[in-house]
């Protein structure tokens, strides 16, 4: 056939044209940025392994999350570093702790902000896990302690209503105990606060990606006689698509009111799975070890940091998430709005 009669590109000779086929669009109000708060006041720590983001202290943090505004980021997710860690890290919910006090200051300060909250013990126990341990039974080889589910639950349930006492908008569990969704939507229910959202880690894969955001959150699993060396007792298996599939049945049949897949652009196929079978909101959440290679990239002057950026998340998008969580939110919907600070 030497003339096509079909030529796609006729559509891309402007941007005009473009424009007008374009199938997906990024815009900021898609975007949640992930911000860390910890005690203190006036406090801005630098995070080595992600150039650009800091720790912060409430008041920092809201300047931040008021500069983010401005630029577009109408969503942020907050994790807390807390004072002091313990082996049930009761500072997770403590109606004063870390995210309870950031939660507060945000609704009086940036009121139109949705606040997002993450959900899990491992900022907080002095262990590092997402749940309190307990003996094994049946444990991985070298470790003699494992995760206890079930004791779990009920700390989680805790802390998200301490977080929705405080002001937040949605709650965001992380920690991947089975049941966690159902017995956070029981406990807020039972509080009266039927009308906050919780958005679910459905699939969130144990791996090599997080590495950066555990030195962020401090939340790396301490070495220790019995501790279990990693998370793979409870996150998933970066193998397994069948089981992401169940994961997320079991959060949306629980009550999730949306979903997320984490990390984002290695798990885009899974993305597309749940966005295909599903039709909850879907989350993707550009990790820290995402953002932190594309950060070396630039500063290395290999690739274009803005344009990879913007290419990137515009794929989370096409991939079929409705959010994309990224440290990038700030600088990428000043990007996108012409807005620089
Ligand atoms: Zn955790």
């Keep these: ?94 109606d004063d702790g870390i995210i309870p006090r950031a939660i507060r200051a945000l609704k009086e300060q940036v009121p139109g902000l949705v606040v997002m909250t993450d959900v899990c013990m491992c900022e907080y126990t002095d262990h590092g896990h997402c749940g309190v341990l307990k003996p094994a039974r049946v444990g991985a080889p070298g470790s003699d302690l494992v995760v206890d589910n079930d004791a779990t639950l009920a700390l989680l349930a805790r802390e998200a209503v301490a977080h929705a006492k405080a002001g937040a908008d949605v709650i965001a569990p992380s920690d991947m105990m089975d049941g966690r969704v159902a017995a956070i939507r029981r406990a807020l229910d039972e509080q009266r606060f039927d009308d906050v959202p919780i958005l679910s880690y459905a699939a969130k894969f144990a791996g090599a990606f997080y590495g950066p955001f555990r030195d962020a959150a401090e939340s790396a699993p301490r070495e220790g006689a019995g501790i279990p060396k990693d998370r793979k007792g409870y996150q998933m298996d970066p193998a397994n698509w069948r089981e992401a599939l169940r994961e997320v049945a079991l959060d949306v049949a629980e009550g999730a009111d949306m979903v997320m897949v984490k990390p984002a652009v290695p798990y885009l196929d899974i993305v597309r799975l749940v966005r295909d079978r599903f039709e909850l909101p879907v989350a993707a959440y550009h990790v820290s070890g995402e953002y932190a290679m594309i950060k070396a990239a630039a500063q290395a002057g290999w690739i274009d940091e803005e344009r990879v950026v913007l290419e990137t998340l515009l794929c989370c998008r096409r991939a079929g998430a409705d959010l994309v969580l990224t440290y990038y939110a700030k600088d990428a919907a000043g990007l996108l709005t012409g807005k620089r600070r």
């Design 1 to 94: 056939m030497p003339f096509p009669q079909e030529r796609p590109r006729r559509m891309r000779r402007t941007e005009a044209l473009r424009s007008l086929v374009r199938e997906t669009v990024l815009a900021p109000d898609d975007l949640v940025w992930p911000l860390f708060a910890v005690p203190g006041k006036k406090v801005r720590n630098a995070v080595r392994s992600m150039p650009g983001v800091f720790q912060l202290s409430v008041d920092e943090l809201v300047a931040e999350a008021q500069a983010g505004y401005e630029a577009g980021v109408r969503s942020v997710i907050l994790f807390g570093v807390p004072e002091h860690k313990d082996e049930l890290g009761t500072g997770a919910y403590d």
